[in-house]
């Protein structure tokens, strides 16, 4: 893809790989990562991020979407693929076409499958609700309807099952303990029901890097994968060492210096207080770069330099501590000398999660593959 802007994010796959082969050690003997690309890959890029996933030896996917999944398949994507977000009834003969496996926690929505007419069998993996409430199956009555309906009909094929922890990012959290039990109870009696081989799989990345030893046959590694820890708490608990995959950075296109009393940017909400060098970079709030990190610090020649004045749709404006030439390449994540700005810096200074960062910023921002 040609660029035209001063503008780019660079994705080092093989930190990708690095962080996915140093997940799946954790796991006990014969079990296995799922990959999750969900959100183009967590904002790195679904299809580049799953072949560099399948070179280390991933062999079962997970997105969101079924739009997600059918990018992946589109660009030669051809292992497993789980869509972990409802699809409509009348759109499963899209996942049929593509082989694409689905989540189902609805009697209702079994029914309405049982009524289509399909050339094969949809694969489903069930979801359990064990205490996250969002969505699956409530309970062990419901379950059994449910199984009850699939065999009825002739659509639908259970070929695994799956929970979601709320609060396994916290360490030895008594609801984790709770809903992995409960997990375990609907589980039993899914297979005295349903006497097949299904796959299991409820470890998220922080279940996966602190309760590894109980995992089930996959775990779904997201976030970590990019080389994020789901937590400060995991984090410290060193039991895998990351590498952070996401990098973006920037140039300057306007050097100038102010007089001291100068305003800079909409509202005037910063004036120099002595004559000074102000950058402008061509990355503002259109491109997911926040409003809100108005006086964050990005790093020019291994400094720090703080955003000075609102951001603006296109473009934001820094103070420099001397001039530098335009072209000056500027890092907004990532590592320039001895200083490193990471994901979860700027997740800290907009008071959120480290997940929403790169996933924040838009394809108006290129992205390049180290």
Not at 88 to 110: G, K, M, S, Y
Not at 134 to 154: C, N, P, Q
Not at 348 to 354: E, H
Request: with cysteine.
């Amino acid at each position: 893809m040609d660029r035209y802007r001063n503008t780019w994010v660079e994705v080092d796959l093989e930190a990708i790989q690095y962080n996915i082969t140093q997940l799946r050690n954790l796991l006990p003997e014969g079990h296995k990562a799922m990959a999750v690309v969900k959100a183009d890959g967590y904002g790195h890029g679904s299809v580049q991020v799953a072949r560099a996933a399948l070179n280390v030896g991933i062999d079962f996917l997970m997105v969101a979407l079924l739009e997600e999944a059918i990018h992946l398949r589109n660009n030669g994507i051809d292992v497993p693929i789980f869509v972990i977000g409802r699809v409509r009834p009348e759109d499963v003969h899209v996942a049929i076409e593509h082989n694409i496996t689905l989540a189902a926690f609805q009697l209702d929505w079994i029914k309405r499958v049982n009524e289509l007419t399909l050339d094969k069998k949809l694969h489903i993996h069930l979801e359990f609700e064990t205490g996250m409430n969002r969505t699956g199956i409530t309970s062990v009555e419901e379950l059994e309807k449910i199984v009850a309906e699939v065999k009825h009909g002739e659509n639908v094929k259970i070929t695994g099952a799956f929970t979601h922890f709320a609060t396994a990012d916290e360490i030895e959290s008594e609801l984790f303990h709770s809903q992995y039990a409960r997990y375990q109870k609907m589980l039993m009696r899914l297979t005295e029901l349903y006497p097949e081989d299904l796959i299991t799989h409820v470890g998220n990345s922080a279940a996966g890097i602190q309760y590894s030893d109980i995992m089930l046959h996959y775990t779904r590694f997201g976030v970590s994968i990019y080389g994020l820890y789901p937590s400060d708490d995991i984090r410290k608990l060193e039991t895998v060492d990351l590498r952070q995959a996401f990098s973006l950075y920037s140039e300057l296109v306007q050097v100038k210096k102010i007089k001291s009393g100068e305003a800079v940017s909409y509202g005037a909400t910063f004036r120099a207080e002595e004559d000074t060098w102000i950058g402008t970079l061509p990355i503002g709030y259109a491109d997911g770069w926040s409003r809100a990190l108005q006086g964050f610090h990005v790093l020019v020649d291994g400094k720090k330099m703080p955003i000075v004045g609102r951001i603006c749709m296109d473009s934001l404006m820094i103070q420099l501590d001397k001039e530098y030439p335009v072209g000056q390449k500027v890092t907004l994540i990532g590592k320039d000398g001895d200083q490193v700005n990471e994901v979860d810096d700027v997740a800290r200074y907009l008071d959120t999660i480290n997940y929403e960062v790169p996933c924040m910023l838009t394809s108006r921002i290129p992205r390049e593959y180290v």
